[in-house]
């Protein structure tokens, strides 16, 4: 319910503003084929300060509006005008969407205090005490400050996030190295030679909801049974989820136990994953591992963690660092035509990646920039969110 008013709220609104623009679209003397509203010319466009201050009056004219805390509405029109900022600013974005029920899971205290938790509960304004299932002990000596409340599959979760006034310093480059090397043949492949495979549960589920999605395909849309299939899908995906994601916290924290220093290469997963690798990749969860998942759980362990130029380092060999040509990528092995080393192709290049890194440490590679994601509680992350395009994608490996 109070998702949904939220949901109308954000509709509502994005209408509003999608009509002022769809109102300036033609020149003032002429009428428009298609039907639109017509907005007098001299107002603004809707921006979330003019929506937000609307909001009070709307609150008056709708009381089922009152019924949603104050500050949760205005979270709601950030998120919009967030998303129309990102349409014009940030590269590759969408036109913001009205939001079925599907879209919209999501709601956002953007305020919350250490006397709103009260074991096992918790308040939420304007809703009162929740009792719920604690997944993880509050830290401590820290600040709660936003509290979001997300609809999945098997229920509402709550999601805190939790602030630290110390500074943490960063980690200084120590001794030892570990490069790592998204794999071609293997998940990720390490500078010591090892090879880590994506887990076979993760296999072994891309293939049940293959076959669950298949059968979707013989029901009706909207029917019960279409719908009992779909909800089964969305747990499976969401216990899968859970699941490598545990398993990619394990394997950053084994990566980070045994070096001091960590380096990966620096490539755009995003755009990687629309092309020729979609599927292995997607699956793989790499780009989320090394970008996220390690630099957190660096910084966390102390290790030092830094991203090499990633451009070819397939095509160098690791022990007499002489090019050595492309690689198709049906070629598995690195076998050095000058010095005569044979290595596995993802070991050779995790090799490479070792090697620049313990040249570059202390300097970063290049300038990136820094729109990572906003919702990240931790800073640190969005210094590695590496957002750029690249279209010679196939050339490096
Ligand atoms: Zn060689």
């Not at 690798?277 to 970008?291: E, T």
Request: hydrophobic fraction near 35%; charged fraction near 25%; aromatic fraction near 10%.
């Amino acid at each position: 319910m109070y998702l949904d008013i939220c949901r109308g709220v954000y509709n509502w609104n994005h209408g509003e503003r999608k009509d002022w623009i769809q109102s300036r679209k033609n020149p003032i003397d002429r009428c428009s084929i298609e039907k639109e509203y017509i907005i007098s010319a001299d107002k603004p466009f809707p921006n979330y300060n003019i929506q937000a201050n609307n909001l009070t009056q709307y609150k008056k004219q709708y009381p089922h509006l009152a019924q949603v805390h104050s500050q949760v509405l205005q979270s709601t029109l950030k998120r919009l005008d967030q998303a129309w900022d990102d349409f014009f600013k940030v590269e590759g974005r969408g036109f913001p969407k009205f939001k079925n029920q599907n879209r919209f899971r999501s709601f956002v205290y953007p305020q919350i205090k250490r006397s709103d938790f009260k074991d096992p509960e918790i308040r939420l304004p304007s809703i009162g005490w929740l009792r719920i299932r604690k997944s993880r002990e509050y830290p401590r000596g820290m600040t709660p400050k936003q509290l979001r409340i997300v609809r999945k599959a098997t229920g509402y979760f709550a999601q805190i996030i939790f602030v630290s006034h110390e500074s943490v310093p960063e980690a200084l480059p120590g001794e030892t190295s570990l490069g790592l090397d998204a794999g071609i043949s293997s998940f990720v492949a390490s500078s010591r030679g090892e090879l880590i495979k994506t887990p076979e549960f993760v296999l072994r589920a891309a293939r049940k909801l293959k076959s669950l999605q298949r059968r979707l395909k013989n029901k009706i849309k909207g029917s019960v049974n279409w719908l009992r299939l779909q909800n089964k899908i969305a747990k499976l995906h969401f216990k899968v989820a859970n699941r490598r994601e545990d398993w990619l916290y394990k394997l950053a924290h084994n990566f980070c136990a045994v070096t001091d220093n960590i380096f990966v290469e620096d490539i755009n997963f995003k755009a990687w994953q629309r092309g020729l690798f979609g599927k292995q990749i997607g699956n793989s969860a790499i780009g989320k591992f090394l970008n996220q998942i390690l630099p957190f759980i660096a910084w966390k362990t102390g290790v030092y963690y830094q991203k090499v130029d990633k451009d070819f380092t397939s095509q160098e060999c690791p022990s007499c660092r002489l090019p050595t040509g492309k690689k198709s990528l049906n070629q598995r092995v690195h076998n050095c035509q000058y010095c005569g080393v044979t290595l596995d192709r993802d070991v050779a290049a995790a090799k490479v990646i070792e090697r620049r890194g313990q040249i570059a440490v202390g300097q970063p590679v290049k300038s990136k920039n820094t729109c990572g994601d906003r919702g990240a509680g931790v800073e640190q992350l969005t210094l590695f969110a590496a957002e750029g395009t690249r279209s010679d994608l196939v050339t490096g490996l």
